[in-house]
C-alpha cells in the first residue's frame, strides 16, 4: 500500500481532563477532537485560562492522558509506558516562554544540549549545525557569547535554535514570540513555516500575537476548555 501523503501528526478525540481532587476537582479539558496533518502552523488561541497550555502539554506528552485518545505521530499517549513517552519525546521540539538556558554554556552549548538527545548522530557535526541554526535566528555574531551577556529576545532565539537543532517532526511553542521584537518574531515565524514545507515539521502554538497568527494556516479556539471556533486561512504576506 502506498504510504499516506499527509499522515497525521496529532489525533486528539473526546480528550478531557481534570486538575485537583474532590471538591477541587476542575474540569480544563471537555471533550476535544482535533486532527492535524503533518506540516503546516495551527495556532492555538483563547481567553486566559480557556485550557490552551493544558492541550498544548497533553499533546506534547508532558502531562498524562486521562481520558480520551491523543495519537502523536501514530502512537497512543494515553496508558503508554514511560519509556515509549521519552523515546516520542525525542522526536519532539518545545518552546517556551521561560527559556531555560544554561547561565554557564555559551548560546553554542546551550543549542548543541538540543542534539544530545539523538544517540545516532556524529558528535563532531553538532557545533557547525548549532552555528548554522543560530544564524539562521539572527544570531551569527552573538554564538559564543553567554547567556548574561544576550538581551531576553536573544536568549528566547537561542531556546529556539536549541528546540529546532535536532531536526523535530512536530514543534510545540507556547507564546514563543512573546519576548520578541517584531522583526524577530517574524524571523521566527518565517522559519517555522519553511520547515514545515520542506521537512513537514508540524508545529502548534499557543499565541496571542496577530502578527503569527495572520501567518497560521489554521487557528484553533478554545473557550473553557472546548474548541468553539477551528478555522483555516490563507497566510498573509
Ligand atoms: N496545575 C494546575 N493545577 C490546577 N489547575 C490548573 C493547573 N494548570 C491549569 N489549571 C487550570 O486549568 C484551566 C486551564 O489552564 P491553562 O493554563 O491551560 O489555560 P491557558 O488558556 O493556557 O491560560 P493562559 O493564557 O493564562 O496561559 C484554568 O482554569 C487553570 O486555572
Excluded at 502531562?63 to 509506558?81: H, M
Excluded at 545516532?120 to 548549532?130: F, K, V
Aim: proline share 4%; net charge neutral.
Amino acid at each position: 500500500m502506498p504510504a499516506d501523503p499527509n499522515p497525521l501528526a496529532l489525533s486528539v478525540a473526546g480528550l478531557n481532563h481534570w486538575f485537583g481532587r474532590g471538591e477541587a476537582r476542575k474540569q480544563a479539558i471537555h471533550d476535544v477532537t482535533l486532527d492535524i496533518p503533518s506540516g503546516g502552523l495551527t495556532a492555538l488561541m483563547g481567553p486566559s485560562g480557556s485550557g490552551k497550555t493544558t492541550l498544548l502539554t497533553l499533546m506534547g506528552c508532558l502531562r498524562e492522558v486521562q481520558d480520551g485518545a491523543v495519537g502523536l505521530l501514530g502512537q497512543e499517549l494515553r496508558g503508554a509506558s514511560e519509556a515509549r513517552l521519552v523515546a516520542l519525546r525525542r522526536r519532539l521540539g518545545f518552546i517556551f516562554q521561560a527559556h531555560n538556558l544554561h547561565e554557564s554554556l555559551s548560546a553554542r552549548q546551550n543549542v548543541m544540549m538540543g542534539l544530545q538527545v539523538k544517540p545516532q548522530r556524529d558528535p563532531r557535526l553538532d557545533s557547525a549545525a548549532a552555528e548554522r541554526v543560530l544564524g539562521l535566528l539572527g544570531l551569527a555574531d552573538r554564538i559564543d557569547y553567554m547567556p548574561a551577556n544576550l538581551s531576553g529576545g536573544q536568549k528566547q532565539r537561542v531556546a529556539i535554535a536549541r528546540a529546532l537543532v535536532g531536526g523535530p517532526e512536530v514543534i510545540f511553542a507556547d507564546e514563543p514570540t512573546a519576548a520578541l521584537d517584531r522583526e524577530s518574531g517574524m524571523a521566527v515565524v518565517a522559519l517555522l513555516k519553511r520547515l514545515g514545507k520542506m521537512r513537514g515539521t508540524t508545529t502548534v502554538m499557543v499565541t496571542h500575537d496577530n502578527r503569527i497568527l495572520n501567518q497560521a494556516d489554521r487557528i484553533v479556539t478554545l473557550e473553557d476548555g472546548r474548541i468553539v471556533e477551528d478555522r483555516l486561512q490563507e497566510a498573509v504576506g
